[in-house]
């Protein structure tokens, strides 16, 4: 395949030097930064995430920051989910959704006070959409990105990894919690959390110049933890049914469609520029939604939404899918309409290389 160019438009990361040294094989461009796809293989990388621990570059989940008197009333504005009873050292997984409850971006929130927040981006330029309601607006908040760049730390030596590095103290976050960490003398936020099934940390590191200093401080602490650099993998992220913002869903979703409909709090999220139109959808219900798929035979890699058939007619589309090395089969995550996602639906799903078998699951298989 082409190389991509390097240029200003597309930005290294503070941890770039790290991800090159350990031979990362292949990237993708998200938020205008790279993110690293794979190392030694994707099937390699999959088997050694369930088994150690890795250190991921995701400084592409860069950061929206609201700071000032309003900033918690702009939080409230972009999310049907209820914020009021969110206290500072939460984490929040938040549908983001614009005036007809289409689905901007699925971040997480953190709560770092009453008038600061950051908002821990997938790929979409919320930046901007955040910037134009505080304006329009005349809101009393700063919108702006900050320099922290996220490193997570993933797999079943995760928590062992982390405290070595910075003490036994880590070991009391509470999932989707943070506190705040001395590393080099510089104070960073680490939450329990992650874009994988496996347990973890995501450290928000605070300034590009301590991004290669904590990378080989965690290196070096994992050397018999066998520790390597990895990034957010396919397969087990369609194990878990963890969603990709752009792929398995986009604007012209709701998130009761994407299965989120449990972080609506439409009733009482007063103020959420799309609360009047999600009432409508959570009284009528959605038309179609986000279910786990099992697919037949050999398949390609699912680099387009491919089509699902019934008796000749499309019920829906699979948007993410793969081989799964642990439950034989091939996983993948589509969007289906509501006469055919019923656990054991079988239908037909035509791929790049001819039509393939697949029935709907009761779960995602993490």
């Not at 991800?19 to 938020?31: D, M, S």
């Not at 049907?80 to 997480?108: H, K, S």
Request: hydrophobic residues 40%; proline residues 5%.
């Amino acid at each position: 395949m082409a190389t991509i160019a390097p240029s200003r438009r597309v930005r290294r990361t503070p941890f770039s030097d790290g991800v090159e040294a350990a031979g990362v094989k292949g990237y993708t461009v998200y938020n205008r930064m790279l993110l690293p796809t794979v190392f030694r293989s994707i099937v390699e990388d999959y088997h050694h995430l369930k088994s150690a621990v890795q250190v991921w570059d995701v400084a592409c989940e860069r950061q929206v920051e609201l700071r000032g008197p309003d900033a918690a009333r702009l939080m409230q504005m972009l999310t049907p989910r209820d914020l009021r009873g969110m206290l500072p050292g939460q984490c929040f997984y938040l549908p983001i959704v614009d005036e007809t409850g289409g689905m901007l971006n699925d971040p997480v929130g953190l709560m770092l006070a009453d008038d600061r927040w950051w908002i821990s981006i997938a790929d979409s330029d919320l930046l901007l959409w955040v910037k134009g309601l505080a304006y329009g607006y005349r809101l009393d908040v700063l919108v702006d990105e900050p320099d922290i760049s996220p490193l997570a730390v993933q797999g079943p030596q995760a928590e062992t990894l982390m405290a070595r590095v910075f003490g036994d103290a880590v070991r009391a976050i509470r999932f989707f919690r943070f506190g705040w960490f001395d590393f080099n003398g510089v104070s960073m936020a680490i939450a329990r959390s992650g874009y994988s099934k496996q347990g973890g940390y995501e450290i928000y590191v605070d300034g590009t110049q301590n991004g290669m200093p904590l990378w080989h401080a965690l290196m070096e602490a994992g050397r018999d933890l066998d520790v390597h650099a990895g990034c957010p993998n396919l397969i087990e992220r369609i194990e878990g049914g963890l969603l990709s913002y752009g792929n398995d869903m986009t604007r012209e979703n709701t998130p009761h469609e994407c299965g989120l409909g449990k972080f609506c709090s439409t009733q009482t999220a007063i103020g959420c520029v799309g609360r009047d139109a999600l009432l409508r959808v959570a009284k009528e219900g959605p038309t179609q939604q986000i279910r786990a798929i099992a697919i037949d035979g050999d398949i390609p890699p699912c680099d387009r939404a491919w089509p699902l058939m019934a008796k000749g007619k499309r019920i829906g589309q699979v948007t993410s899918a793969a081989k799964s090395p642990d439950f034989g089969t091939n996983v993948a995550i589509g969007m289906v309409r509501m006469t055919h996602w019923d656990a054991g639906t079988a239908f037909e799903v035509h791929t790049p290389d001819g039509v393939r078998a697949a029935t709907v699951q009761d779960k995602f298989w993490l």
